[in-house]
């Protein structure tokens, strides 16, 4: 599995840094939580934030907008260096003119789905996406308690050939659940950033058998 680790739980003050930590640490992709305070009742950093800590990696940026309007953002965060970029099916932008301006600006688009949110109702869009979201918490605030029962769209998705990202509760035991779902990138953030040893908590995610190193 590809491990993205989420910015969401570094140390705001040091992003730059914090970037390069992931890196070093074995990192495939950075993942970065864009709140709005409206879609979901946090907020977190826009498009300036990720544009500055751009040129700290050659990492692909897997950019989460949880916001209402996600559509009218998609240029900022193309300009700001975003590789993929995941909105939600439940937020207020037409979901194919999103997925459209997202891939005709040479990113990769992907929908993200809340826990409460069918899987039944992304499947009109897989011709135009790269990558469903399937979120294992309500989206909002890292540190919660995965979801088991998500696997469920997990295998759906899969048996329809979908890349699979899953974000939430990500540590090494339930990545074994993930791994056995057939999801292809796990988000981490308390599991990663707060580990004693970054680069051991990715080896372990990414294994998915459940050993710590
Ligand atoms: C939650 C965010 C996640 C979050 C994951 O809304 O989308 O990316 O940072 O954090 P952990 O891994 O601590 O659950
Ligand atoms: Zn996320």
Request: include cysteine.
């Amino acid at each position: 599995m590809l491990i993205a680790p989420s910015m969401l739980s570094s140390d705001f003050s040091k992003l730059g840094e914090e970037t390069i930590r992931m890196e070093r640490a074995g990192a495939d992709w950075i993942h970065l939580d864009v709140m709005d305070a409206h879609f979901v009742p946090n907020l977190t950093f826009g498009a300036p934030i990720v544009g500055a800590i751009r040129r700290y990696t050659k990492l692909p940026f897997d950019v989460h907008l949880m916001i209402s309007e996600p559509l009218r953002y998609v240029d900022d965060f193309l300009k700001a260096g975003a590789d993929i970029i995941s909105f939600h099916l439940e937020a207020e932008s037409s979901v194919h003119e999103t997925l459209r301006a997202i891939r005709e600006g040479g990113a990769k688009p992907a929908v993200a789905i809340k826990p409460k949110t069918p899987v039944e109702a992304v499947l009109p869009f897989l011709d135009e996406l790269d990558m469903v979201l399937v979120m294992t918490v309500e989206p909002g605030f890292g540190g919660q308690s995965f979801m088991e029962p998500m696997m469920d769209k997990v295998r759906s998705l899969k048996s329809r050939g979908v890349f699979v990202e899953v974000d939430g509760g990500i540590n090494p035991q339930t990545a074994v659940l993930a791994k056995q779902a057939g999801v292809d990138a796990c988000v981490a953030g308390t599991s990663v950033f707060h580990a004693p040893d970054a680069a051991k908590a990715i080896a372990s995610l990414r294994e998915g058998n459940g050993v710590v190193l």
